[in-house]
């Protein structure tokens, strides 16, 4: 358990990269982190919850994934006690590992139908050549990175969801969790 919490630890760096690499901008067209409005650390875990059960629907198969919830980051760059950014990082795993073939192409024709624009499609780094997908959505100011891991002894989904730059309202502070 400890090297999946180490390995979740080591994706909030990640996350801010997916964000300020990718074609999120903010109002002012510019490529850093984009602002996601103005909310509690509670609201946006909230707002991350349901996006991540948006594309766990969107999977479309039976399974179970895991239960850890959001978290809460820094926003490079500014003040830590009134600028945050959440993540939620999440296994999916199918109730027979053969459900996922031809997921990820599915998920890559299916995900801009639902406001998501793939920046990112193919094989990672990795020795195992994991197939990944890397998608934006602007509107919500959210990017998830997918990965399919075929050759684990139960194949899966890893997804990294993460946000924009959320402010919180005028007198509130960020909770961190």
Same mark, same amino acid.
């Given at each position: 358990m400890?090297i999946?919490? @180490?390995?979740? !630890?080591?994706l909030?760096?990640?996350?801010?990269?997916?964000?300020?690499?990718?074609s999120?901008t903010?109002?002012?067209?510019?490529? @850093?982190?984009? @602002?996601?409005? %103005?909310?509690? %650390?509670? $609201?946006?875990a909230d $707002?991350? #919850?349901?996006? @991540?059960s #948006?594309? *766990?629907?969107?999977i479309?198969? =039976?399974?179970s994934?895991t239960e850890?919830?959001?978290?809460?980051? #820094?926003c490079s760059? =500014?003040?830590?006690?009134?600028?945050f950014?959440?993540?939620?990082?999440?296994t999916?795993?199918?109730?027979?590992?053969? $459900?996922l073939g031809? +997921?990820m192409?599915?998920?890559?024709? #299916?995900?801009?139908k639902r406001?998501?624009?793939?920046?990112? *499609?193919?094989?990672? !780094?990795?020795?195992?050549?994991n197939?990944?997908?890397?998608?934006?959505?602007?509107?919500?100011? *959210?990017?998830?990175?997918?990965a399919?891991f075929?050759?684990?002894a139960?194949?899966?989904?890893?997804?990294f969801?993460?946000?924009?730059?959320? $402010? +919180?309202?005028?007198?509130?502070? +960020?909770?961190?969790?």
């Amino acid at each position: 358990m400890k090297i999946k919490w @180490s390995a979740s !630890a080591l994706l909030v760096p990640l996350a801010l990269t997916i964000l300020t690499g990718c074609s999120m901008t903010d109002a002012d067209g510019s490529e @850093s982190l984009p @602002s996601a409005g %103005t909310a509690t %650390t509670h $609201q946006a875990a909230d $707002q991350a #919850e349901k996006i @991540s059960s #948006e594309l *766990y629907d969107l999977i479309g198969l =039976k399974g179970s994934a895991t239960e850890p919830g959001p978290g809460v980051a #820094e926003c490079s760059g =500014k003040d830590p006690e009134k600028y945050f950014t959440v993540f939620h990082a999440w296994t999916f795993t199918p109730a027979s590992p053969d $459900q996922l073939g031809g +997921v990820m192409e599915r998920l890559k024709a #299916e995900m801009p139908k639902r406001g998501w624009k793939i920046v990112e *499609y193919g094989p990672d !780094a990795s020795k195992n050549k994991n197939l990944t997908i890397t998608a934006d959505n602007d509107a919500k100011k *959210y990017s998830v990175k997918i990965a399919h891991f075929a050759r684990d002894a139960k194949p899966n989904l890893n997804l990294f969801l993460t946000s924009g730059c959320y $402010q +919180v309202p005028e007198g509130e502070k +960020v909770e961190r969790f």
